[in-house]
């Protein structure tokens, strides 16, 4: 079965310092990954797709960026944080075609991590 | 992909079905209608999807208009465990990125 990790669950960082979240995903091979960030009572919002290993797509411009160095290994980084960076990113899976047990274009998400920049 | 409306909040009285309704009136003919909905501090969990037929399975009955610029999701028999935020999605099955583009949402409120 494949399973979506996403560490650390919670984190707590200064103002311009650096951050690595990072995500896995088991039991799949080739999945189309993506990164979302949910500020406080606000809706998901897409930060980053990738549909491929080096192949990144950026949604919106911002200090984050992302890199996808193995298939199934997605980080969300940035050098300097900022207040605004603060919210709840989660890690994304999109089930491809043919694969047993799950529905095709279904979307799977991390247990997610709480960012804190203060 | 389309762009969806959805009303911010609603609420039920548990045991009751629940109507969450969608505008998305510039959907294309090949895009396909999705829910997920989001329970507190979690990611998304898909619920139902469809085209242009009604569809229903073990969590809700989706409810498609036959011009497609609208739909309703159905919670058959709403329970204290279904409160959460429940997006709308529209998009291309099999389009180049598979981008998944969320809302604010419907945020639904079960009562006792």
């Known amino acids: 079965s494949q399973t979506i990790h996403q560490w650390p669950a919670t984190l707590v960082q200064p103002v311009g310092s650096p951050l690595s979240l990072e995500c896995t995903v088991e039991g799949t091979s080739n999945p189309n990954l993506y990164w979302y960030r949910q500020a406080a009572g606000r809706g998901l919002q897409l930060l980053f797709y990738?549909?491929?290993?080096?192949?990144i797509s950026s949604e919106v411009p911002q200090n984050l960026s992302a890199s996808r160095p193995q298939d199934r290994q997605f980080i969300l980084s940035s050098k300097k944080l900022l207040l605004s960076d603060s919210g709840f990113y989660l890690c994304?899976?999109?089930?491809?075609?043919?694969?047993?047990?799950?529905?095709?274009?279904?979307?799977?998400f991390g247990p997610g991590t709480r960012l804190t920049v203060l | 992909d389309a762009k969806t409306t959805q009303p911010p909040s609603m609420d039920c009285a548990e045991g009751r079905a629940a109507n969450l309704p969608c505008n998305h009136s510039?959907?294309?003919?090949?895009?396909?209608v999705y829910w997920y909905r989001q329970i507190h501090s979690q990611g998304p969990q898909y619920i139902i999807h469809g085209l242009k037929n009604n569809e229903t399975n073990e969590m809700a009955s989706l409810i498609i208009t036959e011009d497609r610029k609208s739909s309703t999701l159905i919670l058959p028999h709403a329970t204290l465990r279904d409160t959460a935020v429940y997006y709308c999605i529209v998009r291309v099955d099999g389009s180049s990125g598979d981008k998944l583009t969320f809302g604010t949402g419907t945020r639904l409120a079960v009562r006792p």
């Open positions: 510039t959907i294309s003919g090949n895009e396909y």
């Open positions: 994304a899976w999109l089930s491809p075609p043919g694969l047993a047990g799950r529905r095709y274009n279904e979307q799977f």
């Open positions: 990738s549909v491929g290993i080096g192949q």
